[in-house]
């Protein structure tokens, strides 16, 4: 990335999400999913958010959507090009400035065709054909309904039904499940160019690896916040460079590096420990750790730990 | 059309025969172990006719032959388009049931469209609306509506409708006393309104919480989520993506649901008086006219089957998933 101040086109502060649940008949809880996450993602900047499945790292892109179901409620704010993103600014921008790139072709009607689906309520014809030109989609394809489409066709369509109207800001969900290397590093490569052109890119993944292929800087995302946000380059290089300890475990843990697991599992989202959410299993925690810790800018990045260097 | 497809709409054709041949089979052999007899019903219990005059009758008409034999008797005549003649009505059954199927016809039809397309939208606006107040209200009549028999719905709207408004005729399809020649279209109108209203009202209930229900697992769907994220506005969703996934099992259930309209109709018509299959359903069984009684059952058998029918072959046809060949639209 070239040095210079750019500006935030997405950014989230101590963003609160959580869903009122039935416990025992009828009593209720309150389920906190997100906690004061806070991110943001610059103009033509990829950002990855990575952590493991099921931590509720797409409930982050839904709430950027406003996709929330009805029992969630949710604190914090959310704002776009320093605006904030109130229902009825992204009722605006959603579709035309801000675009969703979903898991899977199930995000699609199974009775549409999907070039109708591409062209969408904005978009047109033409501009279809000239998308599907550009992804290498056969014109054929147009006519035929998603449960017709190969794995590659479908990641293209969604790709280009996101891109219809040249978004600033496009939100990936898991843009790469189901794809063989090759498909998901096409996929990556079309995510880079449109970021070259000034796109901004919030990816949500599991997968750490293609992470690190693409994206400007990468978020790691623990048990429903984000301890750490760095630039790829210090992912690349190994632990050391890191600041948060779960970080650090992380990159350890990988195949390529030392291939050492991390004991224990990720707290439940309502079984949550005070204070720092990593604590349990952190080899440096100690008292003030259940205390409340806030993200802190350190070194080129972020991070939410007292003993982070 | 395909090949699969032809042979798709054969293999229902064959089965709709083993159906007609079953269900003729079961309903002669219930009437004939119904304690009824062919021969008192067609003389009269007060005939004076001579025991031997009586054999003599039995003897032409087969009466002491063998069951399978006498089945086939009737079997054969019917293939060759000869039903018999009704005892109730002294015309033949065919004649019977063509005149009275076209009374059934019109109350049928006018309750099937009314309460699909009325039960439909209804359905729609709870689905969408889950939870909601208008959506209770109307789970709620749906409900009591479901669990009320029909002839009680029909003696409550009698009673209301003819009885203490006085707005509509007690039953009947014409006004008593009129020649057949005088009846005039707006006098079969107004007698049709009242069972059409009962049967609409018995069989809405059904339509609006399937709707309901579907309604609501379309809109749970991912791709409704997607929808919302590419800035389609409520009715853009419902418009492009809600109708289109719910019209198709909507439809469906509609022509499957011929076995419960029919039923319906019997009883509405019953309680009107409405001169149609089910008031002559009643007549032939009291008078045991067994011929007529036949008949109708394999005509409504034909009918029903008919409803399930097109409600296969029109999934088979509009939902693209179940569609053989790719890309044939």
Known sequence: MEEKVLRNVLEINDLVVSFEMYQKGFRKKKLEVLHSLSLDVKEGEIVAVVGSSGSGKSVLAHAVLGLLPKNATMTGNIKYQGELLTPKERKKYLGREIAFIPQSVDYLDPLMKVGKQVVGVYSSKERQRQLFEKYQLKKEVEDMYPFQLSGGMARRILISAAVTEEPKLIIADEPTPGLNVELAMDTLRHFRKLADNGTSILMITHDIDLAFQVADRIAVFYAGTIVEISPTGDFLAGGKNLRHPYSKAFITALPQNEFQPLKGTQPYAGDLPEGCLFAPRCPKAEIACNGKIAMRDLREGKVRCIHAT | ?329
Not at chain 2, 274 to 286: N, Q
């Open chain 2, 1 to 329: 059309m395909s090949m699969k497809k032809g042979k798709k709409i054969l293999s229902e054709c064959i089965r709709m025969v083993l159906l007609l041949v079953a269900v003729s089979i079961v309903a002669f052999i219930l009437i004939t172990k119904a304690p009824i007899d062919p021969l008192v019903s067609y003389i009269g219990t007060n005939s004076t006719l001579s025991t031997e005059a009586k054999q003599e009758i039995a003897q032409y008409w087969g009466l002491n032959d063998p069951l399978p034999q006498r089945f086939l008797t009737w079997a054969g005549h019917v293939l060759k388009g000869d039903f018999g003649t009704s005892i109730t009505y002294k015309k033949p059954v065919i004649e019977v049931i063509k005149s009275r199927f076209l009374y059934s016809g019109i109350l049928m039809l006018l309750a099937w469209v009314l309460s699909g397309v009325l039960g439909f939208v209804l359905g729609v606006i709870c689905g969408l609306r889950q939870g909601g107040i208008f959506d209770r209200i109307i789970k709620l009549i749906c409900f009591i509506l479901k669990s009320a028999p029909t002839f009680w719905i029909g003696i409550l709207v009698l009673t209301v409708f003819s009885v203490q408004l006085g707005w509509f005729p007690i039953g009947m399809a014409a006004p008593a006393g009129k020649l057949a020649a005088d009846v005039t279209i707006g006098d079969r109108i107004y007698h049709l309104i009242l069972p059409v209203l009962t049967l609409t009202v018995v069989n809405i209930s059904e339509v609006v919480l399937y709707t309901r229900q579907k309604m609501i697992e379309i809109i749970n769907q991912d791709f409704i989520l997607y929808a919302k994220a590419r800035g389609e506005s409520l009715w853009q969703i419902v418009r492009r993506h809600v109708l289109r996934n719910i019209a198709l099992p909507a439809i469906t259930v509609q022509f499957a649901s011929f076995s419960e309209l029919f039923g319906g109709m019997a009883l509405a018509e019953n309680v009107f008086a409405y001169p149609g299959i089910g008031t002559a359903t009643t007549a032939a069984a009291m008078n045991a006219d067994v011929p007529l009684l036949l008949g109708i059952a394999l005509f409504s058998a034909i009918f029903v089957f008919i409803g399930n029918l097109i409600a296969n072959i029109l999934y088979g046809i509009f939902d693209p998933r179940t569609r053989e060949e790719a890309g044939d639209a």
